[in-house]
């Protein structure tokens, strides 16, 4: 098993930045590539970015892309999302999860275990 924990959500003004952090505990995920998906009310949970195993290789969602990094510190088993120049339609609840893969990986059904999210909130 492995726990997922999110935090560093917030309230921002438009133009804003914020970063996530995701600690996981249980079962190591160093192995893995890690990802975060964000959900706005009423939407579908959608793909931002993930992570390889090594950090080596990222992938990004074109919405977030050039705005938001993605990045990850093995030794503490904690996942970042460096968000920058938050937009309004940044607004959702942010999960972040763990891969069945060692390569980057942008769909849901390649993940196997996620977090309870943490809500991030972007005003304009």
């Known amino acids: 098993q492995v726990q997922l924990v999110e935090s560093g959500g917030g309230l921002v003004q438009a133009g804003g930045s914020l970063r996530l952090s995701c600690a996981a505990s249980?079962?190591?995920?160093?192995?893995?590539?890690m990802g975060w998906f964000r959900q706005a009310p009423e939407k579908e949970r959608q793909f931002v970015a993930c992570i390889n195993w090594s950090g080596g290789r990222t992938a990004y969602a074109d919405s977030v892309k050039g705005r938001f990094t993605i990045s990850r510190d093995n030794a503490k088993n904690t996942l970042y999302l460096q968000m920058n120049s938050l937009q309004p339609e940044d607004t959702a609840l942010y999960f972040c999860?763990?891969?069945?893969?060692?390569?980057?990986?942008?769909?849901?059904?390649?993940?196997?275990?996620w977090g309870q999210g943490t809500q991030v909130t972007v005003s304009s």
């Open positions: 249980g079962r190591t995920t160093s192995s893995t590539s």
């Open positions: 999860a763990k891969s069945v893969k060692i390569t980057v990986a942008t769909t849901m059904s390649e993940y196997d275990f």
